[in-house]
């Protein structure tokens, strides 16, 4: 079958000064010329967003915009905090698929990542009098004896960020700048390393990601030209204690109610029984066989995402066997209904959240308090993954808990009135989150009701519960 594609766009990289070195442009027929941080709307070739409106995107998640951004519902009222969580950009498949070896993947260009490029022309990067700049650059040569048979074309690895993903998080910076810089005032211009803390998971692909995200914000102002910037510094936990994700290597407990969760979840075996034939399908084109929906989903989709045509197998009879844009929406209902009975509507789902994200929503609590005591800190932004995003997204109830997009984006933020009384509002991809249960209109929910509501989902002693037999 044709196979029909959403969309491609070709990614061209220049180096600028400030606190990260690179700055990115798209080229199309209408507009050639490099683009600044500040110049979101001048990209003919990027869908336009609409908010309020049912524009789900796999490979592009809506973000704030200022047009869009809700002013505070109390007259004077200021923004004092905010705390933001995002899913990296677009990636390459996270494992190779034997029937993906055709691909091309590229992520060569330097200039799309790192913090130490080379200034042009008038452009002078901070590391300018280095001797040496260092790089990491994945090759791929024909010559090796296990390429033609373990590995796509091209320098990306399985699992890594591409130039489109940089792309992705450096605009949304930009966008966070408007509103947080220009407009409220919450940051300063320059880049403060006091005011900003910055974590990620100890992954290649989150961590460029935050430092990308990093780059939108504050990449296009320096207090000199003449003065190297201030270091960014990225915070990362050892995967054997992390809790940006559910870890369920640190905690054997959480395993094993995940695992009670779907064994027992009547809607989750009804989706398996309901669409064993299509599995099956997907199994004979795809050559893999017995994962997990989301893993159907993370082989497809950046093929969707990048125009690649659609899988196809040739069966022994000569047949060929194709997956089509119909088969690609069936994978995304099957895994909105998988995601939303696992991360919200399950027996049992309560206390895989509270093992699973639980120390994590321990810490938007303490942000919390520490900001209302005037805690130096205005922004904490945490580079994760969709599997932090869900999380989050179930614990606020919220009505849309579909699988996060690339670059999918949470603000928590903290308002204070001029009658000293403390607001939450919670923001996702550019809407304000509605909650099934309306526990709190999370557009402005009081900071003590908000903190009760955490409580719920924060263990005392995790250690001990994830050891519980």
Known sequence: MIVETRFAAGLFILTAGGLLLSASRYKSNSLSQPIAFDILNQIPDEPTQHHG??????CQAERP?????????????TLVNAQLFVRHGDRTPATVNPRDLDLTWDCDNTTAYAFTGFGTGAEKAPFQHANVVAHQIITIPPTSPFASTHMWKGTCIPGQLTPVGAMQHRRLGAALRQIYVDKFKLLPVNFDPELVYVRSTDYWRTRQSAENLMAGMFGISRSSPDVPPPVLHIHTLPDEIEYLTMNTDACPQLSHLKYVVQSNSPV??????????????????????????????????PRVCHGYPLPCHRTDKGDAKCLTSTSVAKIMDLVGTESNEEYRDAKGVFEVLRLGIGPLVGDIKQNLLLAKANGKVRLSSYSGHDTTLSP???????VDVRWPP??????????????NEYFVRVIYNGAVVQTKSQWCDLEWCPLETFIEYLDRFIVTDVAAMCQRK
Do not use: C, Q
Not at 53 to 58: A, K
């Open 392 to 398: 989050l997204l179930g614990v606020f109830d919220s």
């Open 406 to 419: 690339y670059a999918s984006n949470m603000l928590i933020e903290l308002w204070k009135t001029p009658h």
């Open 53 to 58: 409106e049912d524009t789900y995107n796999y």
């Open 268 to 301: 989750l075996k009804r989706l398996r029984e309901e669409n064993a034939g299509f599995l099956k399908e997907l199994d004979e084109i795809l050559g893999i066989s017995g994962l997990p929906l989301s893993a159907y989903m993370d082989t497809v989709l």
């Open 65 to 77: 915009t200022l047009e869009a951004y809700p002013d505070p519902k109390v007259r004077g009222a």
